[in-house]
């Protein structure tokens, strides 16, 4: 099946490619509304440390399978350890791209209504609470979130029906700086803001008062939702990369680029919800209302509003494409299926639970399990429970299981003395470090210390 794989043409391309995957609405809507609800700094303290403490070197054992077998997630597992149930990481990881890739596309949905709104204009009153209503009527409908995420699917499908190299690649490259440089500008406005140091010290001042246990399962959920770590996306992505792409160097940047995103998001939404007198623990509606409020005040709204949501909609399309390539490869590759067909199974299966998380917000809001509507209920699912549990086992196997000769070749095949001293500080993260951090939350947030 190897011998089928596309390859990343350019190093570059391997980067821009997972940084893209990396980017989105994980960035941009999930960590400011998270830390909104969290509390704050506390909750990015947590975050970081389990990005770079931990998140670092998961991606690299992620990383070490995907190259070193040029396999779909099941496919990697099946043929590292023949026979053993190290292959149900696989599944896992299915299932947990399918249920994220279905409500992340009603967000992205949003993008969409909101990039029509940019255009068509938003009317003529311009205050928060008009921006309020205006979300409200919007997402509470039974009509347009739907057509709007089924819309987002369909050009998710357009587009990984082409494969992974023209596609994808390209469109990463030059997309993310273009990005990147808006959140500046966004940034550098909002700290002019009245509301600025008041947003700023809810963002960076942790206060370990407010640390509970969903506070610290939020925060490892975050930082492996933000790094699409856990469920073999970054398997399936590494997977094409040359042989020469250094794993641990990608991981570093991809985790830097990834987290100064997020933060970038939070130094721009803060300051304005303090400004405009908002509540930080808005849920998922905070950044689709203060964007827009942000916008007004900047002359010529109506670019700056466009041209964001366009991109927010491409880097979720990056993310989205991403996650669907984890199910496609693993049909193609598994069971010999064509792409076409393996992409319609999995976007048709995502237009049905995407529908369902689009009606969360409207008529099926009152339609809970454990208390939490489809929408949440699939993110909490996947993100909190599913992606850190897929990280800790595969920790452990390649920590403990996969043949020591095969993590050397990948993450120091120069044996400089670099490479080594890296190796083995990943090593120590993936035999102890990350196992047990992560085992400790869980326990923790079940109320077992
Ligand atoms: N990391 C993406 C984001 O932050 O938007 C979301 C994501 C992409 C999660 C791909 C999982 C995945 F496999």
Redesign the pocket.
Known sequence: MTEKRAHFATRLGAIATTVG???????????PYEAGVNGGGAFLLIDLFFVFVIGIPVVCAEFIIGRNTGLNIRGAFKKLAPGKSWALIGYMGIL??IL?LSF?SVVAGWTLEYLRLSIVGFGAENSVDSFHSRFDTFATSDISPVICTLLFLFINYVIVIRGVQRGIEKMSNIMMPILFILLVVFCINSLMLPGASQGLSFLFNPDFSKVTPSVMIGAMGQAF?????G????ITYSSYFKKDTPLLKTAGIMASI?TMV?ILAGIIIFPAVFTFGMEPAAGPRLVFEILPSIFTQLPGSTIWSILFFFLLFL??LS??I??SE?SIAYLVDEFDMSRRKATTIIISIAMVLGVLCALSFGSLSVVTVFGLTFFNLFDYI??NIL?PIGGMFISIFVGYVLDRRIVKKELSPKSSRRELTGMRLVILCLRYIAPICIAAVFLYSLGIF
């Open positions: 995957s990396a980017v989105g609405l994980g960035n941009i809507w999930r960590f947990a791209s994220i992340y939702f933000s790094l699409s770590l469920l073999g996306c970054l990834d997020a880097a979720s993310s989205t991403s996650m984890i996947s993100s992606l």
